[in-house]
């Protein structure tokens, strides 16, 4: 049987390169990079071509490149960093309904430390509007935290516009993105973005689980929330994951070019989303100017889970929303106003640039399959 791995949003397979180059950090070149001899200084010199590639990628300085243990810690750390510094200027912040958990979840905890969270809604498209976040920009706020493309449906975020509009009328105001999904492949670099944080994850670009980067523009000050050695400049203590950094470094430089790809990924999301919208019943969630990577759908009738078990026996691997929403109703759906007949039934699936079109179109098949079996099962 043919097996098709569709869930590249919930994380990537390790590229060869990327995989010998741990390897080799493991058995080999395995020195801790803050010792003096030679091991350590070669250790030390692989994280800071790793820094250069991430840099590069993202079109900062690597001095602006802070690893850290993942997605998550580069979104708690810009988060907690930056309300920690700017408390006294001010104690609001604002953030959208539809973050991944791990600045939503980081944004609750600070309203229990008397910070004012604002969590701007999104609309019908997945999307939030400009005019809602203008109202909200004021004196008092310190920090404003907006995705640029959604894990579960796919919805980039208007992150330029939004910088733009929070520079102009909050001089105080720190931006941050989580850019983990976005992180190549939609190309933007941090310059282009106008952001002072953004957070990237090794696993979603073919690197281990376990790694992952926050960019602090130059100048900026945010406070650590780890304390130990003084690693990263003192922002984030902890012997650094060398092997998963060198391999975060491959996986950076293996990015194919992000127009070329996207160009691609959109014909292929264009074939899908016509075979899926052929299939009687079938809804699609994603806005129609989702990153084409992602698509988020609902066969109403057949539960999210009942799906996602079917097509695994056709060889084919996709989740429920996100796969850290494990059978919690989508957070992100909810916002986007759908009933609960399709959020209960909505399935994510998810590529990279390098995967087969066979794939993709296996599974609009299987889907066809699915309407036709499971719901005469009802
Ligand atoms: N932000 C987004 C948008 C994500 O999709 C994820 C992971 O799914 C994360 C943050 C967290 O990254 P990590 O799994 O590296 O902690």
Redesign the pocket.
């Known amino acids: 049987m043919t097996i098709a791995y569709l869930d590249d ?2 994380t990537t397979r390790v590229s060869e390169k990327a995989a010998l180059k741990a390897a080799e950090m493991m058995t080999k070149n395995f020195g801790n990079p803050s010792s003096v001899y030679s091991l350590g200084l070669d250790a030390e010199m692989e994280v800071k071509k790793a820094r250069g590639s991430i840099a590069e990628r993202l079109g900062c300085g690597e001095k602006e490149i802070f690893f850290t243990s ?4 580069a ?1 708690n750390l810009a988060i907690f960093g930056a309300a920690d510094a700017l408390k006294k200027t001010g104690k609001k912040i604002i953030t959208t309904a539809i973050e ?1 958990p ?2 939503l979840n980081a944004a609750k905890e600070l309203e229990k430390r008397d910070f004012e969270v604002v969590y701007l809604p999104v609309y019908g498209d997945g999307k939030i509007r400009l005019r809602d976040l203008e109202g909200e920009l004021d004196e008092s706020v310190i920090l404003v935290s907006i ?1 640029l ?3 579960e449906t796919g919805a980039v975020q208007p992150v330029k516009e939004a910088t733009g509009l929070t520079k102009r009328l909050c001089k105080n105001a720190l931006f941050h993105c ?1 850019m ?2 976005g992180f190549g492949k939609t190309g933007d670099t941090v310059g282009e973005l106008g952001v002072d944080l953004l ?1 990237v ?4 670009i073919h690197a281990p ?1 376990g790694v ?1 980067a926050l960019y602090v523009r130059n100048g900026i000050k945010i406070n650590s929330i780890l304390f130990g050695g003084g690693q990263e400049k003192g922002l984030r203590s902890g012997t650094e994951n060398v092997p998963s950094i060198a391999a975060f470094g491959v996986a950076a430089e293996e990015i194919p070019d992000e127009k070329e790809a996207l160009e691609r990924a959109a014909k292929l999301n264009e074939t899908v989303r016509s075979l899926l919208l052929s299939i009687d019943g079938v809804k699609i969630n994603s806005p129609e100017d989702a990153l084409p990577y992602i698509i988020n759908l609902s066969l109403p009738g057949v539960p999210s889970e009942v799906m996602i078990h079917f097509l695994e026996g056709e060889g084919m691997f996709v989740s429920g929303g ?3 929403s494990k059978g919690r109703r989508s957070h992100v759906l909810t916002a986007q106003g759908l009933p609960p007949e399709i959020i209960d039934s909505a399935i994510r699936v998810s590529f990279s640039p390098d995967t087969p079109e066979q794939h993709v179109k296996m599974f609009a098949e299987n889907v066809k399959n699915a309407a036709r079996l499971l719901r005469r099962k009802k």
């Open positions: 949003s919930a993942c997605g998550t810690e979104n991944h791990s600045v995705m493309v959604n894990n989580d983990v999904q957070s994850s090794g696993h979603k689980k992952g996100s796969a850290c």
